[in-house]
């Protein structure tokens, strides 16, 4: 059965969904048509002629890039203008264009939480978190020799994995409790009951059964746990809990093993960013600090892409630096005279990271063994150096 890039636009939105992005982004399929077959997709940071070129020559059906190829309306789709030339020229070569972008920034495939494990920070989380999800107990009554079978079909539809904010949630899945117990009930005239009689009490041994599901998953479980149920009218309760599940959001905040001064970190990070970065980009990182390379850091905060709003998250949490992209003169002064330095990486370097985790996590998709999927290498850094 051929792929088709509504299948490839579901797996994207699985770890990253649409309903993430800001109001203000423009993300999805941008170009093209759900129901077109996929064979090869090219993975890019952004669309330029070169990389669309680089599509038409290896007979590429999906683009999936980070940013996206419209932000603003178009009023026309002549080719004189600018902003509707590419998906028009898209659109003659039948290749579709899809883009992940405020949505891939919160999701744990985002460059920040790359490149904070490559520099192995230690009790890393968000930056800003955006939400954390609502988490419900569900707890069911199932007579004992249909226990396991309702259990496994919980299981299916996401019961008890990922139960807790804590760090180590994603290790543990199937996550239950249960207690043996007598359940009571009279059938009525018009019941078909499984067990007993109508018109008699009825006594079961029973398991209790209870585990934790995101807020959001409430309907799929419900009718999961009707189906695989024996009774025709299960007991089950949902209870809302002050617990928060998993987050999301903006950029991360960590420490270093042991403490370093910021000199020999740059070196690390530039490293860093080489070594997550597509093999085919042949310059290297070009870092700028506004502190002195002997200043001592422990706390670091990373924002891949255009951090300079985030200056005051970075603060409140105590980090040392801040290392994003595109900081412009008056928020560095400002940073500085809080007390907090900048290391700017720039917007390219500090998202191509991100190509190529997205990249490995379609190779990862077993229902995408047919597909080729392929970093571009026309990706490239728009800015040139003109004085190294």
């Given amino acids: 059965m051929p792929v088709s890039v509504g299948l490839i636009a579901q797996i994207i939105e699985r770890v990253a969904p649409k309903a993430w992005a800001e109001e203000w982004d423009n993300v999805g399929l941008l170009v ?5 077959p996929v064979e090869r997709i090219l993975v890019a940071l952004d669309a330029t002629p070169e990389v669309l070129q680089e599509a038409r020559e290896k007979d590429v059906q999906l683009i999936v890039a980070h940013h996206p190829i419209l932000f603003k309306a178009l009023k026309n789709l002549r080719s004189d203008n600018q902003s509707a030339r590419l998906p028009i020229q898209m659109i003659q070569s039948g290749i579709a264009y899809y883009a992940a972008h405020t949505n891939l920034d919160q999701s744990p495939l985002s460059s ?38 309702v259990r496994q079909a919980l299981v299916n539809v996401g019961v008890g994995e990922g139960i807790t904010g804590g760090p180590h949630a994603s290790e543990y899945a199937e996550c239950f409790f249960a207690v043996a117990g007598a359940g009571m009930f009279r059938p009525l005239d018009n019941a078909h009951p499984a067990i007993g009689e109508v018109g008699e009490l009825t006594r079961v041994e029973e398991i209790r059964l209870e585990s934790i ?57 530039s490293a860093g960013l080489r070594k997550l970065a597509p093999a085919s980009l042949a310059e ?22 255009s951090g300079g709003s985030f200056i005051s998250q970075a603060l409140f949490k105590g980090a040392d630096l801040l290392i994003t992209g595109d900081v412009d003169h008056h928020e560095v002064l400002d940073a500085l005279e809080a007390g907090l330095p900048i290391m700017d990486m720039g917007h390219f370097w500090g998202e191509a990271p991100m190509v190529k985790t997205l ?30």
């Avoid at 093209?32 to 077109?36: I, L, S």
């Fill in 32 to 36: 093209g048509d759900f129901a077109a």
């Fill in 112 to 149: 920040s939480w790359s490149l904070g494990r490559a520099l192995e920070l230690e009790k890393m989380e968000h930056l800003k978190v955006t939400h954390a999800e609502k988490l419900v107990k569900l707890v069911t009554f199932v007579p004992e020799d249909h226990a396991e079978a």
């Fill in 213 to 269: 599901l995101p807020e959001n998953r409430i309907d799929r479980v419900v009718k999961a746990l009707q189906r695989a149920h024996p009774y025709e009218e299960p007991a089950y309760d949902l209870i809302p809990l002050y617990n928060r599940g998993a987050s999301r959001g903006y950029g991360v905040i960590g420490y270093l093993k042991e403490p370093e001064n910021l000199g020999s970190f740059a070196r690390k990070l």
């Fill in 284 to 305: 290297e990182p070009k870092l700028r600090a506004s502190e002195n390379p002997e200043q001592v850091l422990r706390k670091i905060a990373i924002v891949n892409g």
């Fill in 359 to 388: 990249a490995e996590h379609l190779k990862a998709e077993k229902v995408l063994a047919g597909v080729e999927v392929i970093i571009s290498q026309e990706m490239k850094n728009p800015w040139r150096a003109l004085n190294s």
